[in-house]
């Protein structure tokens, strides 16, 4: 065979291989919530369905309160992994970080559950140095949790300020672009990034090349999710699984099954097994 035919044959044959995977690969969704809101429209027994249906083997789930997460987990300790996001309902989104009441019921609930992780919760620029969130991340490295933020990169910046070893997922890369990711993930090697509400990255279906770009050079640092922050988000489930799945086929095999499943079983599984 001619060179030339040789690597025509290679290429045919990878980019088969891409789009057979893309549509099998198991799906570990990093941002799931269960929020109260939820609970009657969708019960416990039929978000496990849509998640399993979705072909996740693996959930992160968060919730205002953190009874919903509890509830899915009882469910399901199967494919629930739960985090403990500090709101008690949903509506201190935005008041949490003034609130030192937060510490108190956080605390209670680390006495009475175990957790992978303390998040999802939101915090921006100098707000990440207020007292109650330097708390939170006082209590994260104290009990050996993640901290899965909501944040700009400054908050993030400030956070790595506070303990250098903290390990941050980061939710929606930040919403930053591809540059300004790709500097953080150089300047900071306990920094995870996650994918979901994120439409920019594939928004024709098709990975973005400076996003494809930063996913061969940190295959081990992405993972997806749905951010189930609504009940209407309860029904895109499945379809944000499909989507997800159509634009890791594009990317070389091993680094899809990275960003689908392996980097969260090895992060958030490892480290959740560890605790039980």
């Not at 969704?29 to 979705?54: C, F, G, M, S, T």
């Not at 933020?149 to 903290?166: G, I, K, L, T, Y």
């Not at 930040?174 to 090697?189: D, F, I, T, W």
């Not at 990975?207 to 009940?231: K, N, Q, S």
Request: proline share 5%; hydrophobic share 40%; with cysteine.
């Amino acid at each position: 065979m001619s060179p030339s035919l040789h690597t025509i044959a290679i290429v045919l044959i990878l980019g088969t291989t891409t789009c057979a995977h893309g549509a099998e690969l198991p799906i570990f969704d990093a941002h799931i919530h269960y929020n109260q809101d939820v609970w009657e429209v969708v019960p416990p027994k039929e978000a496990i369905a849509l998640l399993r249906k979705a072909g996740m083997v693996r959930a992160l789930v968060s919730s205002s309160s953190d009874d919903g997460t509890q509830k899915l987990y009882a469910e399901a300790p199967d494919l629930i992994i739960p985090e403990l996001r500090p709101y008690r309902t949903s509506g201190e989104i935005s008041s949490w970080v003034h609130d030192e009441s937060i510490i108190v019921h956080v605390k209670d609930r680390l006495k009475k559950y175990k957790y992978v992780a303390l998040g999802e919760f939101h915090v921006s620029g100098a707000k990440a140095d207020l007292l109650v969130v330097r708390l939170i991340v006082q209590l994260a490295k104290q009990h050996g949790l993640m901290l899965h933020a909501h944040s700009d990169a400054d908050a993030v910046e400030r956070m790595f300020r506070q303990d250098p070893e903290a390990r941050i997922l980061w939710a929606h890369a930040g919403y930053e672009q591809p540059p300004r990711v790709r500097e953080m993930l150089h300047r900071y090697k306990n920094l995870w990034v996650e994918l979901s509400s994120r439409p920019d990255i594939a928004p024709k279906g098709h990975v973005e090349a400076e996003w494809r770009e930063l996913f061969l050079e940190f295959p081990d640092r992405f993972m997806v999710g749905t951010d189930t922050f609504t009940t209407e988000r309860w029904n895109v489930v499945g379809s944000n699984a499909s989507s997800v799945r159509k634009w890791l086929a594009e990317l070389p095999v091993e680094v899809a099954e990275h960003i689908a499943y392996k980097n969260g079983e090895s992060l958030l599984t490892a480290g959740f097994s560890t605790r039980r």
